[in-house]
């Protein structure tokens, strides 16, 4: 068998020949025994179960009905979850990409190269085997539908990540920068394995109906499939099918909570559907399904606030249920080191592998134990796997017990890391929470009798304090030892040329500085857009390499092509490791290119505008940046 080569945008030709020689050599040793050990592993393959695996965006353990809250309304999960094994104390990272890179790699996110959700600290290394990747090596066949985020350029997409069937917006929420232009969450323009395609209706309808035709063509597969759907709700902007809001805003909730409710219940629905269709081809019973949220609440203030006040008691009377919490009395939402901000819901089942009723594990368990959980599950070995986590398979197939251990979250949301940024340094019931990344203070709670972190502990329990704290210590050797390199997209490869930039992704001195959302509806979430606020952006970098020498083509643009946006200045400036050129922009055009001879090499890469030659006067920044090798392909 041919090792899987984790280096893609690097194939090593001589080695494969070789590999290839020995595996013939090796074939004419063994002769009749290896053709039974392949048959035996085709076997085993056949056998396994399928994995579907559904994460949503910004909801926290508060926003389902069955843990305490009478609002909202999410029968199919109910259900779904007094059938399954329940992580009580089960966390993630407070944010986006930060999860779904421990959730890939099965390591702390900033070992797997991940802090912030933008400025380029979201792009996932490649040089990480993922679970999908090792899942092909099991035999699987691998597809994903919804929201990637961690990276939207070659080699850190997720087609290069392990994923055969790629079906994705760009970034972190439909509507970003690096998504298709003008999306709105309705009849949208998706990236179809790295291709643009129109589709009709509603995101989540679109990322539930493709996956269920996905179903349908594997039904009478041989091969096992991972299913990923990664939603992009509830993520903001709070927008959802007019029916699906409007019950909650009769109760009387504001417009951003009936909304998001609105969209935490069309996901319920659509799980519903994709069940239905595992029922109706008979995929079931052998399929790990599972069910997760990426962080806390992006709303659980707001909502623990509502259930503080006065309206809940009208809201009471007409759902005829005491209010009680909407944030399961935690303190704290996304980005909280709080619990708030990273204790989520996670339900496991699996029929046929005896994981099929109501139980409860309460151990501190983390979203980096999935991959090798999961590995386990399956039968693969995971023996050698470079992993933070550990394989819940004997709790859950065996009830025993998972082992006591430390576990430590981050919220960094900076260009480099800091190790005096918020955390949470977590033992059994112990929460060591640094809270604030401007200030010094930290403090020690015990969630079994304060789950809403208001009493510190610190001076009743020194020891406790200073175990933690050294645990900290350590955690943060272990999560930096290798170094935090800034990871860099590969351009000109046969891979992905064009490829393109945008300011999502700029190295900006702060997150303030990043134009991450356009903002396309009039609404307060596109009034809240960067579109005609422009001029307030400092010009920053994109950190890239040239991965052929080459002539490159560099196209700027002040809004993405498809916007036709007029530049009205008469230069553009582009500044690659320190050298400018200066291009004047022809009248009417909504871009300007530059041809280039470059060497392969890491380059750092700026471009404006402005009104003359020289290119430091009253610069405007450009958003887009299309980078085009216009030689011959060749292999990278």
Not at 605 to 615: E, L
Request: glycine letters at 8%.
């Amino acid at each position: 068998m041919i090792k899987f080569l984790k280096d893609k945008h690097k194939v090593n030709l001589t080695k494969i020949r070789a590999i290839l020689l020995i595996s013939a050599f090796s074939f004419l040793v063994t002769g009749c025994s290896e053709s039974k050990t392949n048959s035996e592993q085709k076997a085993q393959a056949e056998k396994r179960p399928n994995i579907v695996l559904i994460m949503t965006d910004d909801q926290g353990y508060g926003d389902l009905a069955h843990n305490n809250n009478p609002i909202i309304k999410t029968p199919t999960l109910d259900s779904f979850a007094n059938q399954s094994v329940k992580f009580t104390n089960f966390h993630v990272d407070p944010t986006c990409s930060p999860t779904r890179a421990a959730l890939m790699s099965g390591q702390y996110s900033l070992r797997a190269g991940v802090w912030h959700t933008v400025m380029g600290r979201h792009l996932m290394s490649d040089k990480i085997q993922t679970l999908p990747e090792a899942l092909k090596e099991g035999g699987y066949k691998t597809a994903i539908f919804g929201k990637w985020h961690l990276g939207d350029n070659y080699p850190f997409r997720p087609q290069e990540q392990g994923f055969d069937h790629v079906l994705i917006h760009g970034a972190g929420g439909v509507g970003q920068t690096p998504d298709y232009w003008a999306n709105t969450q309705f009849d949208d323009t998706y990236f179809l394995n790295g291709q643009p395609k129109k589709y009709e209706g509603y995101a989540t309808d679109v990322w539930f109906n493709e996956a269920i035709d996905y179903v349908k063509d594997m039904a009478s597969s041989e091969a096992p499939f991972f299913l990923y759907i990664p939603t992009n709700a509830p993520h903001s902007p709070f927008r959802a099918p007019e029916e699906y809001i409007e019950p909650y805003r009769q109760l009387g909730l504001s417009d951003d909570l009936a909304a998001f409710y609105g969209m935490i219940t069309n996901v319920d629905d659509n799980i519903a559907r994709l069940q239905k269709e595992l029922d109706k081809a008979g995929l079931t019973d052998n399929t790990i399904f599972i069910f997760l949220t990426d962080n806390g609440s992006v709303l659980g203030e707001h909502s623990e606030k509502l259930a503080k006040s006065e309206q809940a008691k009208d809201i009471e009377a007409k759902i005829g249920k005491k209010i009680e919490t909407l944030n399961y009395f935690m303190r704290g939402k996304k980005a909280s080191t709080y619990d708030g901000g990273h204790r989520v819901p996670i339900y496991v089942r699996w029929p046929n592998g005896g994981i099929d009723s109501a139980k409860e594990i309460d151990s501190l368990a983390a979203h980096f134990d999935l991959k090798p959980t999961l590995l386990d599950l399956v039968g693969l070995d995971i023996s050698n796997l470079d992993t933070d986590g550990i394989s819940w398979k004997n709790a859950l197939v065996n009830n025993e017990s998972l082992p006591e251990r430390v576990i430590t979250v981050t919220n960094q949301r900076v260009l480099h890391p800091d190790a005096k940024r918020p955390y949470s340094v977590m033992e059994g019931d112990w929460r060591l929470v640094k809270a604030d990344g401007k200030s010094d203070k930290v403090e020690l709670f015990n969630v079994a009798s304060d789950p809403g972190q208001q009493n510190d502990l610190t001076e009743q329990n020194p020891e406790v304090f200073a175990k933690l704290s050294q645990e900290y210590d350590k955690w943060w050797q272990h999560a930096t030892k290798d170094g935090v390199p800034t990871m860099r997209p590969i351009v000109g490869t046969v891979y992905e040329n064009p490829t393109r930039l945008t300011s999502h992704d700029w190295l900006a001195p702060h997150t303030g500085q990043v134009a991450w959302f356009p903002g396309f509806v009039d609404d307060k979430f596109g009034k809240g857009g960067w579109i005609g606020k422009e001029e307030k952006f400092v010009i920053s970098p994109w950190k890239v390499k040239s991965g052929i020498a080459g002539n490159y083509r560099f196209t700027v643009s002040l809004h993405d092509i498809p916007a036709k946006k007029v530049i009205n200045h008469t230069f553009a400036h582009l500044d690659i490791n320190g050298t400018t050129y200066t291009a004047e922009i022809e009248k009417g055009a909504a871009t300007a290119s530059f041809d280039i001879d470059l060497p392969a090499q890491e380059l750092d890469i700026k471009a404006w505008f402005n009104n003359s030659n020289d290119s430091i006067d009253k610069p405007l920044a450009a958003f887009y940046l299309y980078v085009e090798r216009l030689e011959s392909a060749k292999e990278s």
